[in-house]
């Protein structure tokens, strides 16, 4: 199940996610074209679990500074079309929603969370986690609070068939959602083996999910979304 599009129009031209988009794609040429290496450059610039949790690190920035460079980076080019894809069809929603600023700022917010819920689980990892999704997480879970109804063109795959349909944004990022609780769980008993942080995509998706309505201006708290 792939989702490409949502019927869900704005009022604001979303500047913020398409720089987001931008930037996250600059980097990861910066990382292919790199001498260092992808794989370097990930434990140079990745949040380490151990780190952020003990604050000692021998990385060229500061800890706290991994928090975001982390989300600039992706591991691979799946990766960052995977994460580009859900900031595109939700991220301009949410930003038309509570403002170009605070939308920034809400990105880096759940960010910040989907990577203290990643080394919280796994606080002796020294395997780097990179990658946009905490943050897009955030996202997912503003969304599905705010427009739960907002129609989402999915495209489906039945063996060698496929078809696209529409359907309730509740039903296709739930399903996201609850993918990622079930690898989370799964994924227990291999902690400190790499892979993906789906910790990480919990978090992230639990504060965008709870605090999304304190990021709304005032006068729109008493709107219904659809």
Excluded at 118 to 135: K, N
Excluded at 207 to 213: E, H, P, Q, S, Y
Aim: with cysteine; net charge positive.
């Amino acid at each position: 199940m792939i989702p490409f599009k949502d019927d869900n129009p704005t009022q604001t031209f979303p500047f913020v996610t398409i720089g987001l988009i931008v930037i996250n794609c600059i980097v990861f040429v910066w990382e292919l074209a790199s001498p260092t290496g992808i794989q370097k450059i990930a434990y140079f610039y990745g949040a380490i679990p151990h780190n952020l949790i003990s604050f000692e690190s021998a990385q060229p920035v500061p800890v706290a500074a991994t928090v975001f460079t982390s989300m600039f980076l992706h591991g691979g080019l799946f990766h960052l079309a995977g994460n580009m894809l859900y900031l595109w069809i939700f991220g301009n929603n949410i930003e038309d929603s509570v403002g170009h600023f605070k939308f920034f700022i809400f990105y880096l917010f759940s960010g910040i969370i989907a990577a203290y819920s990643h080394a919280l689980t796994d606080a002796h990892a020294v395997i780097p986690m990179i990658g946009a999704s905490g943050a897009v997480s955030g996202i997912l879970g503003a969304y599905i609070l705010l427009f739960p109804h907002a129609r989402v063109s999915t495209l489906l795959f039945f063996g060698f068939f496929w078809q696209i349909v529409k359907i309730p944004a509740v039903f296709v990022i739930g399903f996201w959602m609850v993918i990622q609780v079930i690898n989370g769980l799964l994924s227990k008993g291999m902690l400190n083996q790499g892979g993906v942080a789906w910790f990480a995509h919990i978090g992230g998706f639990l504060a965008g999910l709870i605090t999304i309505k304190l990021w709304l201006p005032r006068k729109r708290h008493k709107k219904i979304y659809y």
